[in-house]
């Protein structure tokens, strides 16, 4: 039997390590191959941005789930103090006795072999596997080979390898600037969007596609009010990024039933008062920032946002007022009075929310539909703020 290990810290794992695992399966024709995520680096600390052990091991487990002959271990995960690769060959072995398994090894890794930590008994133990990166460095691995055969009876081997060049360091940098999708994947991506991990931020593309997944016939609003946050973000000074996001989150829910809509706020932990459990367009609102959170880690700004995108509230933020107004006048809207309303949007916001918060009102009253007494407060509180 023909095992593999390829370990190291996978911080964030992308589509260069799984290329890699695929070429070393089929090279050195292995029936199994370890994949170990390092718990604590003898060499290097991790990242302060580096998510904890479980997040870790769920975003390598969505870069290799269904690679055939690909195994995802966490013992070094669990394992107190320095990852050294001795204990985890030694564990491995004792699994597989008889078995010499291959230890798959970047160049710089391979060059460094000899000072790690317990290196004569590691290299008693495997077979190291270099991922050769050219022939910039053919030469350098020669010699290191040469020195491993004669004074550790190790034999060394090289897996050809077209290398993706990527730094993990580039890519956080990328995640953080709402880039680097390409380079994981759809599930470690959204995995990474959901935890926020290395402070990923969705990139819009693909966060409209995942909302219009979910509420097709929402889709010319959203874009609409996502038009209209960008120029008002930027004619308020508010952070047209967190606006944008939570223009096209808003309605995420809005197209389902009041059963489904209780559904999502007892899972959320969200309790809708009376007003809210009789109406689905208000509880929209909740289950739409609980959605939002849950599934695309938005910030507490966007979640506020969001619930409050209906009703208003007192004293609400820059950001709950824009899109409390995008949302009511983007280019889809026509009703009377909405003229104004846009006008008064860029000259004087509070006013155009206390403006659109009557107009609600008056539209719910002649209608015999109850106002949410949310609403009531957060007029109240902008007609004192005019005093």
């Known amino acids: 039997m023909k095992i593999g290990i390829f370990g ?3 911080n964030p794992p992308h589509q260069g390590h799984l290329l890699a695992a695929r070429e ?4 050195l024709g292995l029936d199994l191959l370890y994949v170990v995520p390092a718990g604590t680096p003898p060499h290097k600390p991790l990242p302060e941005d580096t998510p904890d052990s479980p997040a870790r091991y769920r975003l390598v487990q969505l870069m290799f789930e269904g690679e055939p002959k690909v195994q995802v271990l966490d013992m070094e995960l669990g394992r107190p103090g320095p990852s050294y690769t001795v204990d985890t060959v030694e564990e491995i072995c004792r699994r597989h006795p008889g078995v010499r398994p291959y230890l798959l090894l970047g160049t710089d890794a391979f060059l460094e072999l000899t000072s790690w930590y317990r290196a004569e008994d590691l290299l008693a133990l495997v077979i190291p596997a270099v991922f050769a990166r050219g022939e910039g460095q053919a030469e350098a691995i020669a010699r290191e080979a040469e020195v491993l055969e004669t004074q550790y009876g190790a034999s060394p081997v090289c897996v050809d390898h077209q290398v ?4 993990s360091t580039y890519l956080r ?3 953080s600037a ?3 999708a390409e380079f994981v994947g759809e599930a470690v991506y959204g995995e990474l969007v959901r935890g926020r991990h290395y402070g990923t931020k969705p990139a819009f593309p693909w966060l409209r596609e995942k909302v219009f997944s979910i509420a097709p016939r929402r889709q010319a609003h959203t874009l609409g009010t996502e038009m209209e946050v960008a120029t008002l973000a ?3 000074g508010a952070d047209a990024a967190e606006a944008r996001e939570a223009a096209i989150l808003h309605d995420v829910t809005k197209g389902l039933d009041r059963g489904e809509q209780l559904r999502l706020c007892e899972k959320y932990g969200m309790m809708p008062d009376a007003v809210e459990s009789e109406n689905p367009k208000l509880l929209h609102a909740m289950t739409g920032a609980g959605w939002a959170r849950d599934e695309f880690g938005v910030n507490d700004a966007v979640f ?10 007192p004293d609400m933020t820059l950001l709950d007022k824009i899109i409390y107004i995008a949302d009511y006048i983007e280019p889809n809207r026509d ?3 909405l003229d104004a309303l846009r006008d008064m949007a860029y000259t004087d916001l509070d006013a155009a929310v206390a403006y659109g918060l009557a107009l609600t009102a008056e539209q719910l009253e002649e209608k015999g539909a109850a106002v949410h007494p949310r609403s009531r407060e957060a007029a109240q509180w902008f007609a004192a703020r005019r005093r």
């Not at 993706?164 to 730094?167: A, G, P, T, V, W």
């Not at 506020?304 to 509230?313: E, F, K, P, V």
């Open 335 to 337: 009703f009377p009075g």
């Open 8 to 10: 190291g810290t996978f």
């Open 24 to 27: 070393a399966v089929q090279t």
């Open 304 to 313: 506020d946002a969001i619930l409050y995108h209906t009703t208003g509230r």
């Open 234 to 236: 930027e004619r308020w």
């Open 164 to 167: 993706l060049e990527i730094s």
């Open 178 to 180: 709402r880039g680097g």
């Open 173 to 175: 940098e990328a995640l």
